[in-house]
């Protein structure tokens, strides 16, 4: 799109004047204006935040756990309230921390999820919310608890004697009223993961904190639908597809999650504790000498097996090791990849999740059902009775539930690797299956000597499916014969490790991208519509190598397109009549987001944004391009002197310039500008920018000109290359892209050479001649204040002109008196933002290296 040049620079910068504040003045000024807006904007946060940690530091709390007497005397609960001097301190909870940790996170919690309300709501909306919420949540909690004990429920009489400190409480209360004022997307977000979050708490912990915050969102949500109602915003919205992609992912990774939590806590208690507790680590804590005389004594204990003496309990005891524990994590890791890969629409993913939920809604049903009602004799009350039932039933319900739906939802999720792909994954996972398993059959049968107690066959193939299974699932009594050493022990462990982290490798790779998109075939179509005419002046750069393609059902419009981590970035704007590009645009947004893609248009004319805003996108200038119109073009008047200059300077060295394509050039000129190109690279010592900057192939297409500028031995001095826009077969216009300069060639040659294009361009009646736009470079301030990422772009360009020279670059397309065209990028959530930007360094800047990164920074610094 924008033409590099090495030849101008900007004028040398005026001397600061002496009562102009120094360098380190206005750093500090900038940086305490920038303090101080922060803090106007944030006002009730900062007052929490700082509350939260004046308590702790009063309490003696900030570096450990809150003394027993502060416990009972604000903690939330019911035991024992005859020590409390006032009911009222109850609501003292949300002041205070349970502990360091739990400070810290409640801390970054106000500042982040109180700091975006406020700046939604404003303050006086917040506090009241802030308020509300605690004081809500946290009477209806100990409400919930005490009618637990009063009528005997295992949990509340379980946590009767807990007194609870729940600071995050108001917090996401207060998020979840701000929610009812975001549109559609941020209060579809905060929501979903909020809620998410707060019952991977409320289910796998169990104790009264989820149960707070779970109150406190739920508080929130009603308060926020009545003080601020569900205003329907209308404009683009994501699909339905992404959606329910969205929320499959959501719940797939809390399964996962919750596991994972129930091992992080020290005593969890929640309704699906007893599914975590089977990833575990189950294996007996005591000494091996307690449990050999345990053992010996044949003493009843749920820790020992009956079966056996000291030597099994010495093979047991050596069981807890590093494969025992990836056994136990892998399931939950594939969980977390397919779980990302849901978000992208990935068949495959979901074929994944399927199985693996599926498998764990067996194992928990053996261990829990099976297991239990054919070994254990069970003397229990009939209301304890009923409650382990339901457990059990809840732990094999979850993921039945969640295999179940996603299975239901498969005509959500249409993307998957093409099906070679699928088929050698489903080869692949199956045939190392059966390699392991053959291999442990092999190797335990001809070590079958070392196993304690004696093996033999039967029992041996019954153990093969075991070997796949985390410890917790086969439950410590349940565990069969175990081989004392060895490569028998070897085997024993190893195996089911390495079988799930081949299925896990090998979702990383199969699901990695959709299929393969060849768009070679569709090259000439492209070239077709851009023959027939679009409007902008970027088409051409649909034909460049790298690019994909989507078409529209009548064929006659495309969109070309580059995919980079997710993102589909587009060249430029739909290639089409004008009168389609609304239509167009939507119908390719709607593809992107069906496919899993974000789509990005990219360096689209700046009187495009109204079609932006009616979608509901965010736009962001990306440049200004600079056009002439030759018709009209005069090289008159003061402005023009550095020109004329350049022109006569050329004419006394004899330097001529030539219109030609690439395909009429001599060898010797053709191997010229090969060896120039070569040098302004080694002389940048920085990688040549790629995506919509045009490099020495982009030369060879049949349909560029270029304008070379060559002195009487036939010396190349400089080349530029021109890239056509059509209309009705016809050239009506032409973008400047290549522009490179022998070093030592004249001063001004590179102005010689774009006015005598823009004099060959004017006989030949072109209407339009464009100078290409200059990345992160902008002709003046825009209009009103800058918004933060506008500051945040021109602080970009500012850092980068040292190695790139943007804002040189303009300032030489200035010299033309050109007119300024606004440039944007439009793109559908501003949340990503951070991974569009790192996508559209990847797409022009793919092959950067490590050293190239620390040379660029060199060069910037």
Not at 96 to 122: D, K, W
Not at 233 to 240: K, T
Not at 287 to 313: E, F, K, T, Y
């Amino acid at each position: 799109m924008s033409a590099e040049v090495a030849e101008t620079g900007p004028d040398a910068p005026t001397p600061h004047t002496p009562h102009e504040p120094g360098p380190a003045r206005r750093v500090t000024s900038g940086i305490a204006t920038r303090i101080g807006a922060f803090v106007r904007a944030h006002p009730v946060s900062l007052a929490v935040a700082l509350l939260l940690v004046v308590l702790a530091l009063a309490s003696g709390s900030l570096t450990h756990a809150p003394s027993e007497r502060l416990r009972e005397l604000v903690g939330a609960g019911l035991d024992p309230f005859e020590d409390r001097t006032s009911w009222l301190l109850v609501f003292g909870s949300v002041f205070f921390a349970g502990g360091p940790a739990q400070l810290v996170l409640a801390v970054i919690g106000v500042l982040v999820l109180v700091g975006a309300a406020e700046r939604r709501m404003g303050w006086a909306r917040t506090v009241a919310a802030y308020l509300v919420t605690a004081v809500v949540a946290t009477g209806v909690g100990v409400a919930v608890q005490a009618l637990g004990q009063a009528v005997g429920e295992t949990w509340a009489l379980e946590v009767a004697a807990e007194s609870t400190l729940h600071p995050l409480t108001p917090a996401l209360g207060t998020i979840m009223t701000a929610s009812a004022s975001f549109g559609p997307l941020w209060r579809r977000r905060i929501r979903l993961v909020g809620f998410s979050v707060v019952l991977a708490f409320v289910l796998y912990d169990g104790h009264p904190s989820g149960l707070y915050a779970l109150l406190g969102a739920l508080v929130g949500l009603v308060l926020g639908v009545v003080t601020v109602g569900r205003r329907a915003e209308r404009g683009w919205l994501r699909s339905s597809h992404h959606e329910v992609r969205r929320l499959a992912s959501t719940i797939v990774a809390v399964t996962a999650l919750g596991p994972v939590l129930t091992l992080l806590t020290r005593s969890p208690i929640g309704v699906l504790s007893p599914l975590g507790m089977l990833f575990r680590d189950v294996l007996p804590g005591r000494s091996l000498s307690a449990a050999c005389a345990a053992a010996a004594q044949g003493a009843p204990d749920r820790h020992v097996p009956p079966i056996g003496a000291c030597a099994r309990v010495a093979a047991l005891a050596g069981i807890d090791t590093v494969p025992t524990v990836l056994l136990s994590l892998l399931p939950l890791a594939v969980l977390l990849v397919s779980a990302w890969y849901l978000r992208r629409g990935r068949r495959l993913a979901l074929d994944v999740a399927v199985a693996v939920n599926g498998l764990l809604a067996v194992f928990a049903g053996l261990y829990y059902v099976v297991l239990p009602v054919t070994t254990d004799v069970v003397v229990d009350q009939p209301r304890h009775v009923v409650e382990r039932v339901v457990l059990a039933g809840l732990a094999v319900a979850v993921p039945a539930s969640v295999a179940c739906g996603l299975f239901l939802l498969r005509r959500h999720f249409g993307i998957g690797a093409e099906a070679a792909r699928r088929r050698r994954y489903a080869f692949v996972v199956v045939s190392s299956g059966l390699v392991l398993a053959a291999t442990f059959a092999a190797v335990g049968w001809a070590g079958r000597a070392s196993f304690v107690p004696a093996i033999g066959p039967w029992t041996l193939l019954l153990d093969v499916p075991e070997r796949f299974v985390p410890v917790g699932f086969v439950g410590l009594t349940h565990i069969g014969p175990m081989p004392d050493g060895g490569i028998v022990r070897a085997a024993f462990e190893w195996v089911g490790p390495l079988w799930w982290f081949v299925v896990l490798v090998g979702l990383v790779v199969a699901a990695a991208r959709p299929g393969d998109v060849r768009p070679d075939a569709a090259r000439e179509q492209v070239r077709e519509i851009v023959h027939r005419g679009t409007p902008g002046t970027l088409s051409h750069m649909a034909l460049w190598e790298g690019n994909r393609y989507w078409f529209t059902g009548d064929g006659h419009a495309a969109v070309a397109y580059r995919v980079v981590t997710g993102i589909a970035i587009t060249t430029g704007e739909p290639l089409c009549p004008a009168d389609r590009i609304p239509e167009v645009t939507r119908e390719f947004a709607r593809w992107c987001d069906d496919q899993g893609l974000t789509p990005v248009f990219y360096s689209v004319r700046g009187e495009l944004s109204p079609l932006y805003d009616e979608m509901g996108w965010a736009t962001l200038p990306v440049g200004e391009e600079t056009v002439l119109h030759p018709e009209t073009f005069a090289m008159t008047g003061k402005k023009w002197q550095d020109v004329r200059s350049s022109i006569n300077r050329a004419t006394k060295n004899g330097i001529r310039a030539e219109w030609t394509r690439y395909a009429d050039l001599r060898p010797a000129v053709a191997r010229q500008i090969g060896e120039i190109s070569e040098q302004w690279v080694a002389e940048k010592n920085l990688p040549e920018m790629g995506f919509t900057l045009g490099g020495v192939d982009e030369l060879t297409d049949p349909d560029v000109a270029l304008v070379l500028a060559l002195d009487e031995n036939d010396s190349v001095q400089a080349v530029t290359s021109w890239l056509p826009s059509w209309r009705d077969g016809e050239v009506v216009g032409w973008t400047l892209d290549f522009m490179r300069r022998r070093p030592d060639s004249m001063n001004g040659v590179m102005e010689f050479v774009i006015a005598s294009s823009a004099l060959a361009m004017k006989e030949q009646g072109v209407e339009f001649l464009s100078l290409s736009a200059a990345p992160l470079a902008t002709n003046g301030p825009s209009e009103g204040p800058a918004t933060q990422t506008e500051r945040v772009l021109t602080f970009l360009g500012r850092v980068l002109e040292p190695a790139y020279g943007f804002q040189t670059l303009l300032t030489f397309k200035k010299k033309f008196q050109p007119e300024f065209v606004p440039l944007v990028m439009a793109f559908p959530d501003p949340v990503q933002l951070p991974a569009i930007g790192t996508a559209l360094g990847r797409a022009y800047l793919p092959d950067l290296s490590v050293g190239a990164v620390v040379r660029l920074v060199r060069t910037v610094v």
